[in-house]
């Protein structure tokens, strides 16, 4: 893993930061999926550590070919490629196929484009089962929620779209949740 994770860091990609990846190993241990979808493939560095810290089976999407291939090759390498399917395309359409299929999971990692997670949480929850986890990296934003001055035209509507699923997460009756403020912080919701 450790080559996996200089690779992504060399070529730019971005991956699950440290402290949070030994979170979530440690949640998937406790948590003992049978079902996880992950949102953002990357190059499987993410999905082989949910693998190999469960048995479960593993639906992850990534829209960009060369890394969905890469991150192919690299299930193979590290010989999880029996419990994974990778879909190639665009989160939002592939997670609406997954729901008219019926599919449902037990555990959900999401790390994709931050305006968007109000967008998906929604969708997300549908294809959630009853006691069953979400993992929302990246919700703080690199500080910039703490930080208006340093908010800009750019990034406002991430930071207001950002702001927008934490507000969703909080008033949310059907889950509990905690936000957690190391690396980047994420967010981790249980369904009742
Ligand atoms: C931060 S990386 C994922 C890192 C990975 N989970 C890990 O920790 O090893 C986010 C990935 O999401 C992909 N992505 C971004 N927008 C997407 C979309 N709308 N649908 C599917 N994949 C998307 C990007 O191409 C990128 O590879």
Known sequence: ????KQYAQQNMIPIVRDKTAGILVELCKSAKPTRILEIGTAIGYSGIMMLKATDAKLVTIEKNEQR???AR??????GVENRVELKVGDALDEIVLLERSGQKFDFIFFFFPKGQYFRYYPLLKN???GGGTIFADNVDLLG?????QRVTHKNRAMVNNMKKFIQMVKDD???TYEFYHIDDG??????K
């Open 127 to 129: 294809l959630l089962t």
């Open 1 to 4: 893993m450790q080559k996996l």
């Open 144 to 148: 910039l929620l703490d930080s208006p």
């Open 173 to 175: 009756s059907d889950i």
């Open 186 to 191: 994420f967010c981790v919701c249980k369904k």
């Open 73 to 78: 090759l690299n299930f193979k390498k590290y």
């Open 68 to 70: 969905a291939e890469e």
